[in-house]
């Protein structure tokens, strides 16, 4: 059954690059992008689209270094040792934990 599965798999993904494959044979024509002041800039329509997803892919990472920035400075803040009360008997009033959520 595992091996069903893997098989499944491969098809899909092999189904899916020959599809994304021929897409981009088949749209070799030239595109044109107009910009501000007259400047156009002239490629193939796959090369348009690849940059695209590029450009897509950096600003969505570029989105996303503040908040792992965050959950990497709480993550050091959590790895640091909590001291001991000077006094065994006085009671702990700093939570032991971070607090977290959303």
């Known amino acids: 059954m595992k091996n069903l599965v893997r098989l499944l798999k491969w098809l899909l993904?092999?189904?899916?690059?020959f599809t994304l494959?021929?897409?981009?044979?088949?749209?070799?024509?030239d595109?044109?992008?107009h910009f501000f002041?007259?400047?156009?800039w002239r490629a193939p329509m796959v090369l348009l689209i690849l940059t695209a997803f590029a450009a897509g892919l950096?600003?969505?990472?570029l989105g996303?270094?503040?908040?792992?920035?965050k959950h990497r400075v709480v993550a050091k803040k959590a790895q640091q040792p909590?001291?001991?009360?000077?006094?065994?008997?006085?009671?702990?009033t700093e939570p032991i934990a971070p607090p977290h959520g959303l």
């Open 13 to 17: 993904k092999a189904a899916i690059f």
């Open 21 to 29: 494959f021929a897409f981009a044979l088949n749209n070799q024509q």
């Open 64 to 69: 996303m270094v503040p908040r792992w920035w």
């Open 37 to 40: 002041f007259g400047t156009q």
């Open 58 to 61: 950096a600003l969505g990472i």
């Open 82 to 92: 909590i001291p001991a009360p000077a006094n065994p008997d006085t009671p702990r």
């Open 31 to 33: 595109a044109v992008v």
